[in-house]
T-cell receptor
């Protein structure tokens, strides 16, 4: 079975540039999550979607961050303009709401983002 | 606000030893608790999920327990192997609805030959 697929795996870009991270969830999963992981703050939820609709975006740090889910098989996280403090590993995860919500989240391998 | 703490932050044990990782949380109104492992450069892999009504879950050499009233969970690893070396994280889902997991900072485990 294909897991959660993220691209690119690594991204190095200069401050001020637009960055777009992509995620393909597991087929049949209807919840999608974007996380950010840093040494200082650990793993933080940025936003999650249920059935392609954003449910909680309270973790999105600033207006420079935006996320979309145009269909059940694709989501993007965009940072514009990017800043050095955005450097982190960004993870996408998906899960199913079947079983009353007691289904585990499945993570992609992440995008390691470095803003110079 | 839910806070999740994992102690110890790092642990090194010889191969074959049984070990226990600890997770504590401040708000006992949880829906479930999950244990994950994370290998370097990889995402998180779900190991066990314990529903709020359950006391424990087992998978192979892993056993996770949950004491909701005291805000504690433990992950027991039997007969540890070098392949168990990874960072282990616990995460709680709130009982009031919503799908937002709160993660602990993890325990970095090294199993030595």
């Amino acid at each position: 079975d294909a897991g959660v697929i993220q691209s690119p795996r690594h991204e190095v870009t200069e401050m001020g540039q637009e960055v777009t991270l992509r995620c393909k969830p597991i087929s049949g999963h209807n919840s999608l999550f974007w996380y950010r992981q840093t040494m200082m703050r650990g793993l933080e939820l940025l936003i999650y979607f249920n059935n392609n609709v954003p449910i909680d975006d309270s973790g999105m740090p600033e207006d420079r961050f935006s996320a979309k889910m145009p269909n059940a098989s694709f989501s993007t996280l965009k940072i514009q303009p990017s800043e050095p403090r955005d450097s982190a590993v960004y993870f996408c995860a998906s899960s199913s709401t079947a079983g009353g919500g007691n289904q585990p989240q499945h993570f992609g391998d992440g995008t390691r983002l470095s803003i110079l | 606000k839910q806070e999740v703490t994992q102690i110890p932050a790092a642990l090194s044990v010889p191969e074959g030893e049984n070990l226990v990782l600890n997770c504590s949380f401040t708000d006992s109104a949880i829906y479930n608790l999950q244990w994950f492992r994370q290998d370097p450069g990889k995402g998180l892999t779900s190991l066990l999920l314990i529903q709020s009504s359950q006391r424990e879950q087992t998978s192979g050499r892993l056993n996770a327990s949950l004491d909701k009233s005291s805000g504690r969970s433990t992950l027991y690893i039997a007969a540890s192997q070098p392949g168990d070396s990874a960072t282990y994280l616990c995460a709680v889902r709130p009982g009031g609805g919503g799908n937002k997991l709160t993660f602990g900072t993890g325990t970095q485990l090294k199993v030595e030959l």
